[in-house]
């Protein structure tokens, strides 16, 4: 038999009872559809998950920290928790060089934060901030980018995240003046007012004039927050703050950043920094993490669907067993002018697979369709919950990726042939004659 | 081997189970049928006849015996073999038409040249050609609901011939049909002969007599003469009296 030839006998057998194949197919539709929304609802949560994420726009860098090796209460060590502190490992210049040795390092940049009270202030505008001092001539090799001026860093100059102008506000407002407008900081020369405190509690301040001369593009992580200058700045303030000179040798850095050639190399070298007893974090974990929860979601969620199209594979399955018995007589009559056990196998596997096609199509129509309006229903109320009370608005909540609709289309078609399956072995096995004189 | 009968039937058993009782529907027939013969088999209901048929036909397995058909033992043939015997050298008429009721006339007579492989364009051509012949060129779009009985198993003749088979076996062809249409088919039947066809035709109808080149008498699953055949049935038809 030719197979333009079964395929048009298939279709033709399948519109010779099209009340009952639509009825059936409906139950392939709403499967579908609903493995479709569900999906297109883990992967749109998923994508939206991650958007959130503080800090994954660079994935090549492992935050490093020292690591303290804990004594834990049943006698052995242990990395983190509670407990004695048995051991330090101090981010010392020896330890940076341990890092560059690892092969895949690019680069070891060193961060250290300002350990004083800081106040900065802009005319009669007050502001808070975290001021890092950081091992770089150019931010840019952090992946961070200027809003307005430079990524160079130079002494005596400072550098602010994208969000540093929301901070200032005016100690003299009234609680009815109107909000305070973000000043525009660039080129501006602030006053960094540095403070401690005197053992006899007695407060100490310093006034540093520093020059803006750059704002940082919105990177959603860690930069949007802080003030950057130059290491050695912010290193002479601490030790102002302390009183005494450090010693990098004896005590190292609070942090280091280790830049990693490709995102691939992330994970391996997270762990070897671990292995080495310091504490390594790469927010590449976290969307790992992340991303895993959702593929677990996404797999729950389609299980629902499928289990709606395990219910309309069981009603194919009875259509067809019914279509079965009423055309015994056909499928004898077909058997007596000539048609092989394998035809009479293919045209009826082709009609359950047709009711699976045929609701699958539809379903992933359904399916798109109930996605983009529940898009369009959800993004209006979070567009307007966000106008409310701030936070991002969110662009969708289910999106359809690609392969979904051709893998819904043919998981529903291999579901209507699998139901067929028995049917029509058992329409294929008939013995002829019993076939012809069935009543 | 040389001037074999065409279709060769030999020591024929045929056993079917109803619930516990066995039910031997051929016992040991054998017979040689010629090719381009006219056979009718007659018998009363359960004899065998229409056993016998489809066992030629190979729409059923014997339980003992061999079946020759055209020097081709079919008993031996499995199921796909088996179907391109029945699709090459056998054409089937049914008593009750066999039409699928959702196609037209054309599209019944043409529906096992689908098994074929045969191309739209020549089924058409072929289906129009043999309901010409069988007197349906005006019914070719009418559906068998559309069509009186006669005109259905005319329809079903026309399917028979359709893979051009050298064998047509019907089973009461004219059961189903008035006088009038059955005398038709008979005819039609008589044609085809004429035309060189094999024919085996199951019936009790005695008009057919009148067409046959040979017959063959069955009762309760062996062959009889025509004499014990008659004595038979006068038997069966005779007024039950009591006591």
Request: charged content about 20%; overall charge negative.
């Given at each position: ?9 298939i ?52 935050e490093v ?18 407990g004695e ?6 981010l ?40 890092m ?23 005596g100059?400072?550098i ?9 506000y ?21 006053k ?17 004039s520093?020059?803006?001369?750059g ?12 003030i950057?200058?130059?290491l ?43 292995t ?23 797999v729950?969620f389609?299980g629902?669907?499928?289990?709606a ?16 018995l ?5 499928i004898?009559?077909m ?8 035809d ?9 697979a ?7 199509l ?6 798109w369709g ?6 369009i ?6 567009a307007?919950q966000?106008?409310e ?10 999106s ?36 012809l004189?069935?009543? | 081997m040389?001037?074999q ?7 024929l058993?045929?056993?079917?189970k ?30 065998g ?9 190979g729409?059923d ?19 796909n073999t088996?179907?391109?015997?029945r ?17 037209a006339?054309?599209?019944n ?9 045969i ?16 007197g349906?060129?005006?019914r ?36 189903n ?37 040979n017959?063959?008498?069955?009762l ?15 038997l ?8």
């Amino acid at each position: 038999m030719r197979f333009l030839d079964l395929v048009s006998l298939i279709f033709y057998n399948l519109s010779r009872r099209k009340g009952r194949v639509l009825l059936t197919a409906v139950g392939v539709v709403i499967g579908t559809s609903a493995v479709v929304v569900l999906v297109s609802l883990a992967v749109g949560l998923r994508e939206n998950a991650t958007k959130q994420l503080w800090g994954i726009n660079d994935l090549t860098s492992i935050e490093v920290y020292p690591g303290y090796n804990v004594k834990s209460s049943g006698g052995g060590m242990m990395m983190g928790g509670g407990g004695e502190i048995e051991d330090i490992k101090y981010l010392t210049p020896n330890a940076i060089k341990e890092f560059e040795a690892i092969p895949g390092v690019k680069q070891v940049i060193v961060e250290d934060y300002f350990q004083g009270n800081l106040n900065v202030i802009h005319g009669k505008l007050h502001g808070y901030s975290s001021l890092m001092g950081i091992s770089l001539d150019d931010l840019a090799d952090m992946g961070l980018e200027a809003n307005a001026g430079t990524t160079e860093l130079v002494k005596g100059t400072a550098i602010v995240g994208s969000w540093i102008n929301r901070n200032f506000y005016d100690p003299k407002a009234r609680p009815d003046d109107p909000p305070l407008e973000p000043p525009d900081l660039m080129g501006q020369t602030l006053k960094f007012v540095v403070s401690k405190w005197s053992q006899d509690g007695i407060e100490i301040k310093k006034t540093y004039s520093i020059k803006i001369v750059g704002v940082l593009k919105e990177s959603r992580g860690q930069a949007d927050g802080s003030i950057f200058m130059r290491l050695e700045d912010v290193t002479a303030w601490n030790e102002w703050v302390r009183g005494t000179r450090i010693n990098r040798n004896k005590e190292g850095y609070s942090n280091v950043i280790v830049k990693v050639e490709s995102p691939e190399q992330v994970i391996d070298i997270t762990d070897q920094i671990n292995t080495l007893g310091y504490m390594a974090y790469t927010p590449q974990a976290t969307v790992q993490g992340i991303n895993s929860f959702f593929t677990i979601l996404q797999v729950i969620f389609g299980g629902v669907g499928a289990i709606a199209l395990l219910v309309a594979a069981i009603g194919i399955a009875n259509t067809m067993a019914m279509a079965i018995l009423e055309r015994t007589r056909e499928i004898g009559l077909m058997k007596a002018i000539g048609a092989t056990n394998k035809d009479v196998m293919s045209i009826f596997l082709g009609e359950a697979a047709g009711i699976g096609f045929i609701g699958g199509l539809g379903g992933v129509i359904f399916g798109w369709g109930a996605s983009a309006i529940l898009n369009i229903v959800a993004v209006s109320y979070y567009a307007s919950q966000a106008s409310e009370g701030g936070g991002s608005p969110l662009s969708s909540v289910a999106s359809t990726p690609f392969w979904l609709p051709a893998f819904a289309l043919i998981f529903a078609t291999v579901i209507g042939l699998i139901s067929g399956l028995y049917p029509a072995l058992r329409a294929a096995t008939l013995v002829p004659v019993t076939a012809l004189k069935y009543e | 081997m040389k001037n074999q009968p065409f279709v060769r039937v030999s020591e024929l058993h045929k056993d079917f189970k109803m619930g516990e009782t066995l039910v031997k529907a051929l016992n040991g027939v054998s017979i040689g049928i010629e090719r381009g013969s006219f056979t009718v088999i007659m018998g009363p209901s359960g004899s065998g006849k229409s056993t016998l048929l489809y066992l030629i036909g190979g729409l059923d397995w014997p339980t003992a015996g061999t079946i020759h058909v055209d020097e081709q033992e079919i008993e031996t043939l499995d199921e796909n073999t088996l179907a391109v015997f029945r699709r090459n050298k056998v054409g089937f008429i049914f008593q009750s038409f066999n039409l699928i009721a959702s196609m037209a006339a054309e599209e019944n007579v043409s529906f096992p040249l689908r098994f074929s492989g045969i191309n739209p364009a020549e089924r058409k051509v072929r289906s129009q050609k043999l309901l010409d012949l069988v007197g349906l060129s005006d019914r070719m779009t009418h559906r068998p609901t559309e069509l009186s009985g006669g005109q259905q198993q005319r329809v079903a003749v026309a399917r028979a011939l359709i893979n051009d088979p050298p064998l047509i076996l019907a089973d009461e062809p004219t059961g189903n049909l008035d006088s009038f249409s059955g005398l038709a088919i008979m005819q039609l039947l008589s044609d085809l002969h004429k035309a060189g066809k094999t024919i085996i035709v199951v019936t009790h109808d005695p008009r057919m007599r009148q067409f046959a080149t040979n017959m063959v008498f069955l009762l309760d699953g062996s062959i009889v003469s025509e004499a014990d055949y008659k004595d038979a049935t006068e038997l069966l038809t005779q007024p039950f009296e009591k006591g």
